[in-house]
C-alpha cells in the first residue's frame, strides 16, 4: 500500500486536494514533476525525523544525533574465552 506523499500541489489558480503519485503525474508537466519531488522530499524528512527519534528513544542515538558508545561486555568481546 503506497504511502501518501503530501496533501496535494497548486497548479496556477486551481488546488488539486489529492497528492501527487508517481502513477498520476505527467512528468511532460515540469510544475507536476517539481511539485511530486518536493512531496516526496518533505515525505523523506518526516521519516528520518521519526526514524532519529525513534533510535533515540531506544539508547542508540543521543540528542545531537551522534550514536552512544557503548564497551561490550566482558564475554562478548573478540578475546573472551567464553563459549556457548
Not at 497548479?11 to 489529492?18: A, I, P, R, S
Not at 562478548?76 to 574465552?81: A, F, L, T
Amino acid at each position: 500500500m503506497p504511502f501518501s506523499l503530501g496533501t496535494g500541489y497548486r497548479l496556477g489558480m486551481k488546488t488539486k486536494t489529492e497528492p501527487l503519485t508517481h502513477a498520476t503525474v505527467d512528468f511532460d508537466d515540469a510544475e507536476q514533476a517539481e511539485e511530486l519531488e518536493s512531496q516526496v522530499q518533505r515525505r523523506a524528512g518526516v521519516l528520518a525525523r521519526r526514524a532519529v527519534k525513534r533510535l533515540q528513544d531506544q539508547g542508540i542515538l543521543d540528542s545531537q544525533g551522534r550514536r552512544v558508545k557503548r564497551k561490550l561486555p566482558a564475554d562478548m568481546r573478540d578475546n573472551s574465552e567464553c563459549g556457548l
